[in-house]
């Protein structure tokens, strides 16, 4: 077989704001306000619950301090098992990047899912047709792959749109309401805390944080951003700083407009539409029906998002030969990550039909199956990512306090809280009464295992030493045509 040189991801194809929007789109602000927001009023803090997202920011903030002192340096598809490989070693960072293709992977398998149950529920409601919920999670998927060939500049132009549309529903809101009330009208409490921490200030948190899951992936974008060691560093603070106040706000002024100190009782009675009735009554009850079609396009986005994040992790690993290399192969013209795009597409692929054969709920069953073990690995591999930064920087002879060790070490502490959390309240997250589904988080600690103990091996020494430092293919992997 001919082979030739791959040249692999087309460098400079993404601009700061493309990976801005990539990564906003994945935490999906007004899926987070619609559904989460909700979960956090009524069974976290009540009017403490934007204080409750004004504490979260500030932890991941101090993450992004570490993150992005780390991304100037390290360049790399696989962002996190990269980042610690170079701080924890080699071993510890084959552990976290097979937990991280997984997390990936299974984010991607519930957002698709999740879309699908969606989209059948409103194109029952708003067209009258009525079709499995896995035709239209099929052809999110096909949208998603055949984008995600074409390349970052399509699905940024995409997403960004999409992008736009949704948090512009969600700043008129903002608006509207404040432009009719007055800033004096938000609840001083919801910021005291007294207030923040009341009721289950655990469940708030645990609720809250899973809201900013995809500001992380900036790094992910690295090797095909312009000047990578200046932009993933700026595009971290600014997706941030976005989500951050997007979600304070929001959730201030939706508190707010369902009474304040008595939104607790509202959104307990009727968590489901706490959100979309405020919408109603401040933007109108068309609103309604305009949210519930942005809710799709933005799990649509959430999707496009995911599949490339997960695409890119199977490309960075096939590269270092820890899975095929095969999936290291890109676009011969395009120079996307083609195969891994494939393969990441027929594994979401086979378990949705798996869940279909099987007439399982996509919200009920595989929702509560996947996204508590996805959030749970994305948070855990944050931790030991902000534990990495210090011994990265100490081996360089360039350590200092407060970027390279304060910071990040604050943060790894507070996010192996925010894990432990979720883990104790695991139950609560998944909805389900199973024993099995709520022992999905020990699944974690033995892909992490099987990651290390395959590191370890003799046979495995070669591609131990290439773990998380190969940014660009420097051999033949076949071919690609």
Excluded: K
Aim: with cysteine; net charge neutral; hydrophobic share 55%.
């Amino acid at each position: 077989m001919e082979t030739r040189r791959d040249p692999g991801l087309r460098s400079g194809s993404i601009s700061l704001w493309g990976i801005v929007f990539m990564v906003v789109a994945t935490a999906a602000p007004l899926t987070a306000m619609a559904t989460a927001l909700p979960l956090v009023v009524a069974f976290g803090n009540g009017v403490g619950a934007p204080g409750t997202f004004l504490a979260v920011a500030v932890v991941l903030t101090l993450f992004a301090v570490g993150y992005s002192a780390m991304s100037a340096h390290v360049v790399n598809a696989g962002a996190f098992y990269a980042y610690i490989s170079a701080g924890l070693g080699r071993r510890l960072g084959m552990a976290s990047g097979l937990v991280a293709v997984v997390a990936y992977n299974v984010l991607t398998i519930y957002i698709a899912g999740l879309f699908g149950y969606f989209a059948q529920q409103t194109c029952r409601v708003e067209l009258g047709i009525d079709l499995p919920w896995w035709l239209y999670t099929s052809g999110a998927l096909g949208i998603a792959l055949a984008l995600g060939i074409r390349g970052l500049e399509v699905n940024v132009r995409t997403l960004g749109v999409i992008l736009l549309v949704e948090t512009g529903l969600l700043v008129a809101f903002d608006v509207m309401w404040l432009f009719r009330n007055g800033v004096g009208a938000l609840p001083l409490e919801s910021l005291e805390l007294a207030q923040v921490f009341s009721g289950s200030p655990g469940l708030a948190l645990l609720f809250a944080v899973t809201c900013f899951i995809g500001f992380e992936a900036t790094a992910i974008f690295g090797e095909e951003a312009r000047d990578p060691h200046a932009t993933v560093p700026r595009a971290t603070y600014m997706a941030i700083t976005v989500i951050g106040t997007l979600y304070v706000i929001t959730a201030w002024v939706l508190v707010a407009a369902n009474g304040g100190v008595d939104a607790g009782t509202i959104a307990s009675a009727n968590p489901g539409t706490f959100t979309v009735d405020a919408l109603s009554t401040v933007l109108g009850s068309r609103s309604t029906d305009v949210a519930n079609w942005l809710l799709l396009s933005s799990l649509l986005a959430v999707l496009m998002a995911l599949h490339n994040m997960s695409a890119r992790y199977f490309l960075a690993f096939g590269r270092e030969r820890v899975l095929p290399l095969w999936l290291a192969s890109t676009h011969p013209v395009r120079r996307t990550p083609r195969n891994a795009g494939l393969a990441q597409a027929a594994i979401t692929a086979a378990v949705v039909a798996a869940y279909a054969v099987a007439g399982a709920d996509p919200y009920v069953d595989l929702g509560s199956q996947t996204a508590g073990v996805g959030s749970l690995s994305v948070i855990a591999l944050m931790a030991a990512c902000s534990f990495s930064v210090p011994f990265y920087f100490r081996h360089r002879g360039s350590l200092m306090i407060w970027p390279h060790v304060v910071a990040p070490v604050t943060a790894g502490l507070a996010l192996a809280y925010f894990a432990f959390l979720i883990v104790d309240n695991f139950a609560v997250v998944t909805g389900s009464s199973s024993d099995l589904v709520n022992a999905l988080p020990l699944a974690i600690p033995v892909v992490a295992v099987v990651g290390f103990v395959v590191g370890g091996r003799r046979r495995g020494v070669a591609i131990l030493d290439a773990v998380g430092t190969t940014a660009a293919p420097d051999e033949n992997v076949g071919d690609v045509s």
